[in-house]
């Protein structure tokens, strides 16, 4: 298992940008498929977007276009960079990993998770 540290959720108003970030260690990212879910008050944890091995990002149809993913191997870390934040983005945002993969959208995909960083879109 790899250990994940996720960092900059906050409170953000509608229209506005964070940048999240997943810190590991004890195994490379390069070598996993590294993927942010969210969970939303009261509905069920969802896949958000993923960024293979190999460099190639997926991404939920909710997102696309305005969330961007990204991976820096020396720092080890992965980035979820958001912007035009809707209320309805507010969510708990977590980080997951497993070893290479293929950008699996199930939770069961994967073997190491983040604590979760809070997100909330309100005005």
């Known amino acids: 298992q790899v250990q994940l540290v996720e960092s900059g959720g906050g409170l953000v108003q509608p229209g506005g940008s964070l940048r999240l970030s997943c810190a590991a260690s004890?195994?490379?990212?390069?070598?996993?498929?590294t993927t942010w879910f969210r969970q939303a008050p009261g509905k069920a944890r969802e896949f958000v977007s993923a960024?293979?091995?190999?460099?190639?990002?997926i991404y939920a149809d909710s997102v696309k276009d305005r969330f961007t993913i990204s991976r820096d191997n020396a720092k080890n870390t992965v980035y979820l960079q958001m912007n035009s934040l809707k209320p309805e983005d507010t969510a708990v945002y977590y980080c997951?990993?497993?070893?290479w993969g293929q950008g699996n959208r199930a939770e069961s995909g994967y073997d190491s998770w983040g604590q979760g960083t809070q997100v909330t879109v309100s005005s």
């Open positions: 004890g195994r490379p990212l390069r070598t996993s498929t």
């Open positions: 960024i293979v091995w190999n460099g190639n990002s």
């Open positions: 997951a990993a497993t070893p």
